[in-house]
């Protein structure tokens, strides 16, 4: 059982800056891949960033493609998302999920842990 619980989450301007954590409670975690989702209301959780077991391989959504950047520190069991020039579209919960393979994938359905979420909001 892995357990995980993101923070980080917050309230910025239009054109701002966060940096999400997500602190995962079982060393193996570092051969899980690891990704990135969220959900805003009335919409699907939508696939954001993902990073491999190693961190030499991380795919993006294209809509936070060059503005978010996912990466992994595998001696503290956690994952980072920090995102940069935010928007407003980019208001939701955000969410951190383990993945049951190694390599990354963006495939909700392979995720079988999540945190419990942290909300982003981002004003105009």
């Known amino acids: 059982q892995v357990q995980l619980v993101e923070s980080g989450g917050g309230l910025v301007q239009a054109g701002g800056s966060l940096r999400l954590s997500c602190a995962a409670s079982?060393?193996?975690?570092?051969?899980?891949?690891m990704g990135w989702f969220r959900q805003a209301p009335g919409k699907e959780r939508e696939f954001v960033a993902v990073?491999?077991?190693?961190?030499?391989?991380?795919y993006y959504a294209d809509s936070v493609q060059g503005r978010f950047t996912i990466s992994r520190d595998n001696a503290k069991n956690t994952v980072y998302l920090q995102m940069n020039s935010l928007q407003p579209e980019d208001s939701a919960v955000y969410y951190c999920a383990a993945s049951t393979y190694s390599s990354a994938t963006s495939y909700l359905n392979n995720y079988v842990y999540w945190g419990q979420g942290t909300q982003v909001t981002v004003s105009s």
């Open positions: 079982r060393r193996t975690f570092s051969s899980n891949a």
């Open positions: 990073i491999n077991w190693k961190g030499g391989t991380t």
